[in-house]
């Protein structure tokens, strides 16, 4: 099955979109690696230059590992969007990296970042 030209450019709409969300989310807490693509560092927060309290410290110490999960979350998801992306821009989307079948258009359209198809994904 061929997957339509409209359905494609839709779909890396939807990634662009995405990309874009998941950016600014991890702006708002991490900053870009600038050494690696993608990657982001979450940023120690600083309440001041001011020697704080033990209990400041601890609510920064606090605050700064309850982010982490979030960040490599968002990271992960970003790094599937970009793949999808550039998958769509070179060749073997829609393919399923394990039997190399085509990936349904059904399950492109619910989850556009998926490598491989539903008869793949019951089995790994
Ligand atoms: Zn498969």
New binding site residues.
Partial sequence: MKLGKKFLSELKERLEKEKKELEEELASFAKKDPELEGNYKTIFPDYGKTIGSQEENMDEVEEYVSKLPVEKTLEAKLQKVNEALARLKGKGFGT?E??K?AITKERLEVSPTAK??T??KGFV
């Fill in positions: 399923c394990n039997c079948k491989i198809c008869e793949c």
